[in-house]
């Protein structure tokens, strides 16, 4: 077993692979949320990072680069964490970053996959820019407080559960904790009239900054909220950091936001979930 979020030889990883390994050390984090977290290595290359909460996204199985192995070795690992999660009565998800498997294995990674009763639930674009353009329009003024203490947490989880369906009660065991905010993981809410109705969160690693949990309360949409607290969660962020380079995996619906902006097409994620 790993230590949580612990950082590995990224110094000769293409800019994909810096996507995928910010993706990984990223999750690994929630793994600190709760005392029953866990990260373990599989093998064919797979990590599995376990929350120990009942909620199938924050319990995942991942790879730690390119799949060299077989498909039969890829199925008795998937069988493996299977069981784990099974013990524990957890819901769990497989991330895939589809470049990392020889396109012809691609079908029967799908075919196994549905044979695990794993179902896809998400498809993302992911995305790299080495430098933001400037905004295209005026941008929104937000009150901007860092997720630092029970309250900034709080609203946190009011924003992710109203925006990303997290149940309120899965929200708080994770994000609610401090434990979970430990790592290099950062996150910031922005205010309107005193109400939480956006949010970014960064985390720099794998040599980039890696972009997350962009949110926009419903009613709040179409302002520049969502463009405008990305852009501040970035710029702290790479004053912190000291890196440039910035990397996401985007929702249809964030596409254009992130083009504008000047991100580039690098790749592209599946999340499967247990049924």
């Excluded at 998937?78 to 998800?93: E, H, P, T, V």
């Amino acid at each position: 077993m790993q230590a949580y979020g612990e950082a590995r030889d990224e110094s000769h990883a293409s800019p994909l692979e810096m996507v995928a390994g910010n993706l990984r050390l990223t999750m690994a984090g929630y793994a600190r949320a709760t005392p029953l977290g866990a990260v373990r290595d599989l093998p064919s290359g797979l990590i599995m990072i376990s929350s120990g909460v009942d909620y199938p996204v924050f319990n995942a199985v991942l790879l730690t680069g390119p799949f060299r192995e077989s498909i039969l070795e890829l199925e008795s690992s998937l069988r493996d964490a299977a069981s784990f999660y099974a013990a524990r009565a957890l819901g769990w998800s497989f991330w895939i970053c589809h470049e990392l498997f020889p396109p012809a294995l691609l079908p029967h990674v799908r075919t196994l996959l549905s044979r695990a009763r794993l179902r896809e639930i998400a498809h993302h674009q992911g995305m790299y820019c080495d430098a933001i353009l400037p905004p295209r329009r005026p941008l929104p003024r937000l009150a901007t407080r860092r997720v630092a203490d029970p309250l900034t947490r709080m609203d946190f989880c009011q924003v992710v559960s109203d925006v990303f369906g997290v149940p309120d009660v899965v929200s708080t065991k994770v994000y609610g904790e401090q434990a979970f905010w430990d790592g290099t993981y950062v996150a910031w809410v922005g205010y309107c009239k005193g109400k939480p109705v956006a949010t970014v969160a960064t985390d720099a690693a794998s040599d980039a900054i890696g972009v997350y949990s962009v949110a926009t309360v419903p009613k709040h949409r179409g302002k520049g909220f969502a463009e405008a607290i990305t852009r501040h969660g970035l710029l702290e962020a790479q004053r912190a950091s000291g890196l440039q380079r910035t990397i996401l995996q985007s929702t249809p619906a964030g596409l254009a936001l992130y083009q504008n902006m000047g991100y580039q097409p690098l790749g592209h994620f599946s999340v499967f979930i247990s049924t």
